[in-house]
């Protein structure tokens, strides 16, 4: 069976290297987003690891905000029409970047996995690609449960 989604993920960090099961768990939750919002579709994304200083650097140039944080997305479209990658002939979501030392933090912190961490950074991500955002009450209801079906799917409970 084809893949939904195409992830070609990155290793900016200096020292953090995903291994094969993150890789795969984070494929799944791109796949899983992309089959419940647009079924029979085919797309790629970029997933990238970076520090926080580096993460920090992006989210000043493209933001104008100077502090680090643990995801960004950058859609390549609106969520609902996409541009075709002429080469591969999939639709191109965009670019996730992801800090892989908020995320080992947050885990800490929010007391769960790093796999669920990272899982919940992409999926949170994918869904800004598919156009869904937090900024009022309702929009930040409807995503987060998204988020937590999609987690849930996936046996990554809190």
Do not use: W
């Not at 987003?33 to 580096?54: P, Q, R, Y």
């Not at 999926?123 to 988020?147: P, S």
């Amino acid at each position: 069976m084809r893949k939904s989604v195409i992830v070609t993920i990155y290793n900016s960090h200096p020292t953090f290297r995903a291994d094969n099961e993150l890789r795969a768990l984070l494929r799944d939750c791109c796949c899983a987003i992309a089959a419940g919002e647009k079924e029979g579709m085919l797309f790629e994304v970029n997933l990238t690891f970076l520090d926080d200083t580096s993460i920090r650097g992006v989210n000043f140039k493209f933001r104008n905000i100077d502090n680090s944080t643990d995801v960004l997305s950058f859609p390549m479209s609106d969520g609902k029409t996409f541009d075709t990658n002429p080469e591969t002939g999939r639709l191109m979501l965009g670019d996730i970047l992801i800090s892989a030392d908020h995320a080992f933090m947050q885990a800490k912190e929010f007391g769960h996995s790093v796999q669920r961490e990272f899982a919940y950074l992409t999926v949170h991500a994918m869904l800004h690609l598919f156009g869904y955002d937090h900024m009022t009450e309702e929009d930040k209801r409807i995503m987060r449960e998204k988020e937590e079906a999609i987690l849930q799917n996936l046996g990554l409970t809190r």
